[in-house]
């Protein structure tokens, strides 16, 4: 017999079919002649209900049927008494793939804390929260890709191992085959990397831009989607040391164009997640309701599947620097001394400045532009003004930057002018110089992380819970 996934048979198989069905015991629970058994495959949120007759099947089996346990059962479908669900299995034949001991399988039926099921992190997949939050990151993944491949993108795979580092921020994870204690050492006494494997210093990489931007400036538009890993050492509930990332890179874009793309882009994934997810947003959104039921009213955040809808329906607001340090200089909680960061022109925006924009001031996304130069990265395009660039941040709520993208400066005396300045090395960057040399365009791109918008879709608190094995400073368990 052919094996059916619980969601085939809960949303359409007839009763009085004959179904093979295979899963994991969420809960078992005994009346005098029958057992029922709820039954998880991953496929769904929902579980089928099993129920077996006690006289039919030796109390040793049925003693074995703990939460936990890898149960193939072959039934016939029959309605169902019992509510919450149209049909349930009665079971002719129970087999036994895998138990699991009660004393000390974790995933209890019972509630467990995030922090619990952090440190539980490979079995909690087992639980309906995290079973949702993994079915909706998939569900993203692929919305991504299609929409991408809608409209003429290539996906581009570039390196994960590279000898540049794209953003100049210096935050890397260096790669090398080298003795750590014993590195072989030049005539100076520095460690001779000349003899490490790639016969230079090399690093994972922070972002697959620079090699986007050679596939756009021939193929026209590409996006990467793939781990970028970042070694700076902040330890928030937005930041991952490994995290993934979608990077779109259009020639003959401007920033306008590039603003354009990011917010249709964004709506659409949400319009997919609100049209194909709906069971586990469901879910979701009743467990954030449940978890912020002791709160004050005003510190309660808007129904999950509202939110999601508020922002796929409203146009984002445009704005650029310079207005929003104006509109946060002349806030009240900027005159009551609320921020903790400084807010200067000049001075990079926190994300509490962020999410104030977004969440107190004008209460939808925001999109920021023409940043200063000096805190922006040196292939940012660089405005008339000589003191920003044509940068933009895609600010949301509750996230703050969840989008970060420019247009990219094309001319070639311009950007090297920039690199030098910025002590970029610019003889090592001869391959990303030449396009500037040969057909050089107008070109724009951004870079969406991926994490940070599945925490938005899925209304979870915490980067580390909607990543499978979270990478973090002094944690790499998994
Ligand atoms: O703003 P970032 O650093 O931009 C770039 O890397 C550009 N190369 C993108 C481009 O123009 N092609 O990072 C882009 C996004 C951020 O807005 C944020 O959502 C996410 O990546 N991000 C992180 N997510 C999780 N953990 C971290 N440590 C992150 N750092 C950035
Ligand atoms: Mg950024």
């Given at each position: 017999?052919?094996?059916?996934?619980?969601?085939?048979?809960?949303?359409?198989?007839?009763?009085?079919?004959?179904?093979?069905?295979?899963?994991?015991?969420?809960?078992?629970?005994?009346?005098?002649?029958?057992?029922?058994?709820?039954?998880?495959?991953?496929?769904?949120?929902?579980?089928?209900?099993?129920?077996?007759?006690?006289?039919?099947?030796?109390?040793?089996?049925?003693?074995?049927?703990?939460?936990?346990?890898?149960?193939?059962?072959?039934?016939?479908?029959?309605?169902?008494?019992?509510?919450?669900?149209?049909?349930?299995?009665?079971?002719?034949?129970?087999?036994?793939?895998?138990?699991?001991?009660?004393?000390?399988?974790?995933?209890?039926?019972?509630?467990?804390?995030?922090?619990?099921?952090?440190?539980?992190?490979?079995?909690?997949?087992?639980?309906?929260?995290?079973?949702?939050?993994?079915?909706?990151?998939?569900?993203?993944?692929?919305?991504?890709?299609?929409?991408?491949?809608?409209?003429?993108?290539?996906?581009?795979?570039?390196?994960?191992?590279?000898?540049?580092?794209?953003?100049?921020?210096?935050?890397?994870?260096?790669?090398?085959?080298?003795?750590?204690?014993?590195?072989?050492?030049?005539?100076?006494?520095?460690?001779?990397?000349?003899?490490?494997?790639?016969?230079?210093?090399?690093?994972?990489?922070?972002?697959?831009?620079?090699?986007?931007?050679?596939?756009?400036?021939?193929?026209?538009?590409?996006?990467?989607?793939?781990?970028?890993?970042?070694?700076?050492?902040?330890?928030?509930?937005r930041?991952?040391?490994?995290?993934?990332?979608?990077?779109?890179?259009?020639?003959?874009?401007?920033?306008?164009?590039?603003m354009?793309?990011a917010e249709?882009?964004l709506k659409?994934?949400i319009?997919?997640?609100?049209?194909?997810?709906?069971?586990?947003?469901?879910?979701?959104?009743?467990?954030?309701?449940?978890?912020?039921?002791?709160?004050?009213?005003?510190?309660?955040s808007m129904?999950?599947?509202?939110k999601l809808?508020f922002v796929a329906?409203n146009e984002f607001v445009r704005l650029t620097y310079?207005e929003a340090i104006?509109i946060l200089?002349?806030s009240?909680h900027y005159?009551?001394?609320?921020f903790?960061?400084?807010v200067?022109?000049?001075?990079?925006l926190q994300s509490e400045h962020e999410r104030y924009l977004v969440e107190n001031h004008f209460r939808k996304p925001v999109i920021l532009i023409?940043?200063?130069?000096?805190?922006?990265?040196?292939?940012?395009?660089?405005?008339?003004?000589?003191?920003?660039?044509?940068?933009m941040d895609v600010l949301f709520p509750q996230i703050g930057e969840i989008i970060g993208?420019?247009?990219?400066?094309?001319?070639?005396?311009?950007?090297?002018?920039?690199?030098?300045?910025?002590?970029?090395?610019?003889?090592?960057?001869?391959?990303?110089?030449?396009?500037?040399?040969?057909?050089?365009?107008?070109?724009?791109?951004?870079?969406?992380g991926?994490?940070r918008f599945?925490l938005f879709?899925?209304g979870?608190?915490?980067?580390?819970?909607?990543?499978?094995?979270?990478?973090?400073?002094?944690?790499?368990?998994?």
């Open positions: 017999m052919i094996r059916k996934k619980v969601r085939e048979i809960l949303d359409g198989e007839a009763t009085g079919t004959e179904v093979l069905v295979k899963g994991w015991v969420r809960t078992h629970r005994n009346s005098k002649n029958v057992s029922f058994i709820a039954l998880n495959d991953g496929s769904t949120i929902r579980n089928l209900q099993v129920v077996a007759d006690v006289n039919h099947f030796s109390g040793e089996l049925l003693g074995e049927i703990n939460t936990g346990a890898a149960l193939s059962v072959t039934g016939i479908l029959a309605a169902s008494a019992g509510s919450g669900q149209a049909v349930e299995l009665v079971a002719r034949e129970i087999v036994l793939l895998g138990g699991a001991d009660p004393e000390n399988f974790p995933m209890q039926p019972k509630k467990h804390s995030l922090e619990f099921l952090r440190e539980n992190a490979h079995l909690r997949f087992r639980t309906n929260t995290f079973g949702a939050i993994f079915r909706i990151r998939h569900a993203m993944a692929f919305a991504i890709h299609d929409y991408f491949n809608r409209r003429g993108f290539y996906y581009l795979h570039t390196p994960i191992i590279t000898a540049s580092d794209a953003e100049g921020a210096g935050q890397m994870f260096r790669v090398t085959t080298l003795d750590a204690l014993q590195p072989p050492l030049t005539e100076e006494g520095k460690v001779d990397f000349s003899a490490d494997f790639f016969g230079r210093p090399t690093n994972l990489t922070v972002s697959g831009q620079l090699e986007g931007e050679l596939g756009a400036t021939a193929l026209g538009e590409i996006y990467t989607f793939g781990p970028t890993f970042r070694a700076e050492n902040s330890n928030t509930t930041h991952l040391a490994e995290f993934w990332m979608i990077e779109p890179e259009m020639a003959f874009y401007d920033l306008k164009d590039n354009d793309l249709d882009f659409s994934l319009r997919y997640a609100l049209d194909h997810c709906s069971e586990d947003l469901a879910f979701l959104a009743t467990r954030l309701r449940e978890e912020e039921k002791g709160k004050p009213r005003e510190q309660q129904d999950l599947i509202e809808k329906d310079t104006d200089r002349n009240n005159k009551k001394k609320k903790q960061f400084p200067e022109w000049g001075v990079d023409n940043y200063p130069k000096e805190i922006k990265a040196f292939y940012m395009k660089q405005n008339d003004d000589g003191k920003t660039v044509a940068a993208g420019s247009q990219r400066e094309e001319d070639y005396d311009k950007l090297v002018a920039r690199m030098e300045e910025m002590h970029i090395p610019v003889e090592e960057m001869w391959w990303y110089l030449d396009t500037r040399r040969y057909g050089t365009v107008p070109h724009s791109g951004f870079g969406l991926f994490e599945i879709i899925t979870m608190g915490n980067i580390r819970d909607v990543i499978a094995f979270p990478r973090t400073p002094r944690n790499a368990e998994f």
